[in-house]
Structure formats: structure tokens, C-alpha cells
């Protein structure tokens, strides 16, 4: 029988070390690969945290919770008379008619140019702002919610809890659950916000995940554009370290 050389051996047994599943690769690629992975997953590492822990919260969380939608009563309806209503509009580009008060109607026509809805009698003049003892019977009748204690709103800071909304506002609550607090509008009457626990928690991871600390609106900031590639780098170095790395098989007794 024919007999294998020692040298024969070794090449064979190189040959095989460089087939799947050993990967020989050069150990400087490994040791440079490792140093830029670990160096990647030092500085995304807590923001991935983060994004992980308010993905878990927006996932498990119902939004119409956050919302505070569940606190909210279907909307009445009263009949209108048209002939009501007398007052001369120039240009639009929305007319809402809607309940305020019972047995009251208020006109909103929106500018086309600001966007902006000004709230009208039917009989054209602006409507008179709501007093606080009228903010309470609105949250009253158009929620679940027990309120005593209103406050008049007229500034906002940047992450105030009714961003967004058009000031001046009635703040309405209880004195027994601050932390419940519904927001009126009082030209037109709405429920323009229901804030509550899970809403601020909400809001607060929010503004973890999309990396904006002023407003909390933006998703396009240059810190999360930034991170987003760094821990898609940190990624990628990991499954190319598996993919380098030479597997070794135990060694069998």
C-alpha cells in the first residue's frame, strides 16, 4: 500500500483547516476587527439600551391608553339651523360647525394662508373664551373625567405636555389625581389633549429613541443620524467577527 509522506500530511491537514467550517483568517484582521467592535460597542451601547427599552414600552403599551382616548365620550350631536347663522367669510379653507356649550354652537373657518381656525358666534362675532366653571362643565360632558381645579394656560416651554396646541387653554383636574389632566380649548370647546403616567412615560422614551431633548419632534437630528450608523458599523464588525473567526471542533477522547 502506497505510504503518505509527513509533508503530505501537513498540507492536507492546511487544506482542511482552510475549508468551512474553520475560516482560517490572518489573526491582525481579527485582533484590528475586535479593537474597532469593541470600541464601536462602547460608545452605541447605551443608546442601544435605550432603544431597546422604549421599543419594548411602544410595543407592549396601547396607544389609546397614552392617548387617553378611554376616558373620552362619544360625541353629541345636536340639530343646526342654518338659518342661524349670518356672517359674511371671504375666503377659507374649512368651515367646522360644532357643540360647545349645551344648546350652544361655535363656527370655526380656518385661514388658508396660516392654517389658523378662528371660532365664531352664528351670528359672526368671536366667540367669548370659556370660563373656568364652563371648562369644568365641558370636561364634564365630554369625558369620564371628575375635574375641580382649572388653570389658565398662555406660554409653553419646548417639552410642555400640550405642545403643538393653540394658547391660550384651560388646564382642568382633580384635586385628588393631578396627575390626570385634560386640556380645553376654550374658543371652540374641544378636549385638544388627556395627559396622564403612561403619556409622559411615553413622551419621555420618545424623546430617548429619536435622540431630540428640546422639542421632542424632530426624527431627523444629527445625534440619532449619527448613532443609527455607528450601531449599524458595531453590527457589522460583530457578524464579521463570527464569520472570521476560525471555528474549532473539540477534541475527541
Known amino acids: 500500500m502506497p505510504h503518505l509522506s509527513e509533508g503530505s500530511e501537513i498540507s492536507e491537514a492546511s487544506e482542511k483547516e482552510a475549508r468551512w467550517p474553520y475560516r482560517a483568517v490572518s489573526f491582525s484582521w481579527q485582533r484590528r476587527l475586535r479593537v474597532w467592535h469593541r470600541r464601536l460597542a462602547v460608545i ?68 388658508p394662508g396660516s392654517g389658523l381656525t378662528e371660532w365664531l358666534s352664528p351670528d359672526g362675532q368671536p366667540a367669548t373664551l370659556l370660563t373656568a366653571k364652563q371648562a369644568i362643565s365641558v370636561v364634564s360632558s365630554k369625558t369620564n373625567i371628575k375635574v375641580n381645579v382649572t388653570e389658565w394656560v398662555t406660554t409653553a416651554a419646548e417639552a410642555a405636555e400640550y405642545r403643538g396646541r393653540q394658547l391660550p387653554l384651560w388646564r382642568a383636574y382633580s384635586e385628588e389625581n393631578p396627575s390626570l389632566r385634560v386640556y380645553v380649548d376654550p374658543r371652540s ?54 464569520v472570521m473567526i476560525p471555528w474549532r471542533r473539540s477534541s475527541k477522547i
Do not use: C
Open 44 to 111: 452605541t451601547a447605551i443608546q442601544l439600551l435605550l432603544w431597546t427599552v422604549s421599543g419594548i414600552y411602544f410595543a407592549f403599551v396601547d396607544i389609546t391608553l397614552v392617548r387617553g382616548e378611554p376616558h373620552r365620550l362619544a360625541p353629541q350631536t345636536q340639530p343646526i339651523d342654518l338659518a342661524e347663522f349670518d356672517f359674511p367669510v371671504a375666503s377659507t379653507s374649512q368651515i367646522l360647525i360644532k357643540p360647545r356649550l349645551s344648546g350652544e354652537l361655535v363656527v370655526g373657518v380656518t385661514d
Open 189 to 242: 370647546g374641544d378636549i385638544v389633549a388627556v395627559r396622564n403616567l403612561a403619556w409622559r412615560a411615553w413622551d419621555f422614551l420618545w424623546m430617548l429613541h429619536i435622540m431630540d431633548y428640546d422639542d421632542r419632534d424632530d426624527i431627523g437630528t444629527w445625534l440619532l443620524k449619527l448613532f443609527s450608523v455607528l450601531a449599524l458599523f458595531t453590527a457589522i464588525a460583530g457578524i464579521a467577527l463570527y
